[in-house]
């Protein structure tokens, strides 16, 4: 697919592949047959050079895209029964403009109500230590898909704090799937029953922080904590204790630095302005309501009354 979109590049330039597979010797060995044969022919027009892969940072991406990537299921008998008119497609449909003749065009993919209808599961859990501090959780959906994600803490927390840290990760990592229906499961007795209403929070940021879930929360249509023993939240523990541990990347999972908890970077948002007199107030009047400065020289248009007078 590289080849042929960025044919042009390919070839007035040497193109190196960074890859862990070995496809040099797939493409030239000798008893090579089926369509191996076709993708060696094609490729061998260009100055393709195979190098082994260094490192993964460069193919995260790369990764994600393919793994992540929603098949898209065309039914082979309507391909086969559509018409093919002129200056059609093989699927009965006009080729739009730039569109290569003979291929099929992907159906749009459509959002599934159902999907964010369905129970979504989440599990968290934070650490503190000497190390440092972080989170992880693991957001699961209702098909099945599972994703890891860490958070690492530049600044020190509890270990009650990195839970609530964490579950407030995960909800706001919900709320961006578009899930109506939310069930976290922490292994912390304190933040599931303050949540629950068992206990009662005295600590003020104990407070600020069930504060902000009972807030989140109010965006599901259905949201619920359930406490779990930790030999039943393993994943998201080890997921926690790397992150507090020190570590920058963790291979494909995702990893988010934060530089403040959740409950300061929300008074940070809110700033006082205070409003003084600026030499373009009478400019704005005048443009607005055509009213004239009420100096003698500004109005007969004097230049070096002007504010652009330098």
């Not at 629950?196 to 259905?222: H, N, W």
């Not at 009047?285 to 248009?301: H, I, M, T, V």
Request: with cysteine; aromatic share 8%; charged share 25%.
């Amino acid at each position: 697919m590289a080849a042929r979109k960025l044919r042009p590049y390919f070839q007035a330039h040497t193109i190196k592949v960074l890859t862990d597979q070995p496809l040099r010797q797939v493409l030239h060995k000798p008893d090579t047959s089926g369509r191996l044969v076709k993708w060696a022919v094609e490729l061998s027009e260009f100055d393709i050079r195979y190098m082994p892969r260094p490192a993964i940072k460069a193919q995260v991406l790369a990764d994600f895209v393919a793994e992540c990537s929603i098949p898209q299921q065309i039914a082979e008998p309507e391909i086969a029964q559509a018409p093919a008119a002129k200056g059609a497609t093989t699927a009965g449909e006009p080729a739009e403009d730039g569109a290569r003749a003979g291929t099929i065009p992907l159906p749009p993919v459509e959002h599934d109500p159902s999907i964010a209808e369905a129970l979504w599961e989440v599990h968290v859990d934070g650490s503190s230590n000497k190390a440092g501090c972080g989170a992880g959780l693991v957001l699961t959906g209702p098909d099945g898909f599972a994703l890891d994600y860490a958070l690492r803490f530049g600044f020190r927390a509890s270990n009650n704090e990195a839970e609530y840290e964490a579950l407030l990760a995960g909800m706001n990592l919900a709320v961006q799937t578009g899930a109506q229906r939310l069930k976290a499961y922490c292994d912390s007795q304190l933040v599931a029953n303050q949540i629950q209403g068992i206990y009662e929070a005295r600590d003020e940021r104990m407070i600020k922080y069930l504060s902000q879930v009972r807030q989140l929360s109010s965006k599901f249509r259905s949201f619920e904590v359930v406490r779990i023993p930790r030999t039943d939240n393993t994943k998201a523990d080890v997921l926690s204790k790397l992150a507090a541990s020190g570590y920058t990347t963790l291979g494909n999972i995702c990893m988010e630095f934060l530089q403040a908890s959740s409950i300061e970077r929300k008074a940070a948002e809110i700033m006082q302005v205070e409003h003084e007199p600026c030499w373009m107030d009478e400019i704005v009047d005048y443009l607005r309501s055509g009213k004239l400065p009420e100096a003698n020289r500004s109005a007969q248009g004097d230049p070096k009354s002007s504010p652009f007078f330098t």
